[in-house]
């Protein structure tokens, strides 16, 4: 069974959250802080800092940042910094489930 068992309703459910903007240079998500939201990148480039550290650089729309401080209800373990301009849906976890 697929993780998204009907990508075209979550595609589409998607669709109807904000989009966050960040350019090149800014701070996504800062290493022990708390926003209780996922971001899904939409488009754009980043890059995952852990203690100053480049570990990843991520640019496949669909990325998912945030999840491990949802999941686990504690602060960002890492940085996430545009590379060049990026745009993500901003959800909170909840939203995604199913009624």
Known sequence: MPL????AMFQR?????????YQAGETVLA???????????????VAI?????????????????????????CPHTADVRALAFSQFHVVHPAALQDP
């Open 49 to 73: 800092v852990k203690d100053g550290v480049e570990i990843a650089r991520v640019s496949e729309p669909g990325a998912v940042f945030g999840e491990i401080s949802a999941l686990l209800d």
């Open 13 to 21: 459910k998607l669709g109807g959250f904000p989009i966050a903007t």
């Open 4 to 7: 998204i068992p009907n990508i």
């Open 31 to 45: 290493a022990g802080s708390r926003t209780d939201q996922l971001l899904i990148l939409r488009w754009g480039n």
